[in-house]
């Protein structure tokens, strides 16, 4: 399949269920992938993409690099301007958990992919030592599908000091895109850790679980990435969750 920057040009963008713009500016999704990692589409186009699916706001989370920062930069403006925000990131990909790391400016730091507890709470610190989030991500995706054998429990992650876990993950099989288990502990632990969805987009037609299920919802005074990012440090998200899921409308060769 080849994509372009024009093939989402012609569509109507959905309207995520339920969604109320009168109480939420912002709907987001905190994982993205591109051609800086083994993604498919250009930052470009993985924009156009989102804005077809109904999302205004996105993380690009590369595995393991940054090499995206620069072409951020350069569409950055330009689509703040179409009311739409870009915050960089990265997605740490190890044996024992993938954390994605949001608002981030830097990450010289060589991942193990074979790491130790120290070293994954090594990254956590040094991620809010820059103010940026942590998103432990598809817990039923690593446990079901990837069979990682030492996965942190969810108290550990709160121990840890995780800013949220990802509730709807939909790159993963239709029966663990939605952390039910998750949202509970979310929800007992209220303002502790929050609850957050994600694409995974890798392509944009390819979504393992069909489409897009889930959109985060935030409410922002300016709509800047810093007032997103200071929203997100407060934990005052909300998602949106379909059953059935929302499809790829772009016309693709």
Known sequence: MVYSD????????????G????????????????IFSDGALTIKQNVEWHIAMGYNALAITDHNNMRHLEKIDE????????????????????????????????????VKYK????????????????????????????????KMK????????????????????DDSKPENVYDNASYDFCIKHNNKIGMITGTDMHRPDGL????????????????TEEALLEELRKKRTNILYS?????DPGIHK
């Not at 507890?117 to 809010?128: G, R, S, T, V």
């Not at 429990?153 to 949220?164: A, H, P, S």
């Open 19 to 34: 969604y109320d713009k009168t109480k939420y500016n912002v709907v987001f999704d905190q994982h993205s992938h591109t």
């Open 150 to 169: 030492n996965h942190p429990t969810r108290e550990t992650l709160l121990d840890w000091g995780i800013d949220y876990i990802e509730i709807v993950n």
């Open 208 to 223: 393992v679980s069909g489409g897009v299920h889930g959109w985060t919802l935030l409410n922002i005074k300016e709509f």
């Open 115 to 146: 790491t130790t507890e120290n070293l994954i709470i090594e990254a956590i610190n040094k991620a809010h030592d820059q103010d940026g989030i942590v998103v432990c991500d598809h817990i039923p995706w690593s446990l079901y599908e990837f």
């Open 243 to 247: 059953e059935i899921p929302y499809l």
């Open 6 to 17: 024009d093939d989402w040009k012609d569509v109507t963008p959905h309207i995520p269920p």
């Open 75 to 110: 569409v950055r403006e330009e689509y703040a301007d179409k009311g739409f925000l870009i915050l960089s990131g990265i997605e740490i990909t190890t044996n024992r958990i993938h954390l994605n790391l949001l608002g981030v400016s830097d990450w010289e730091t060589k």
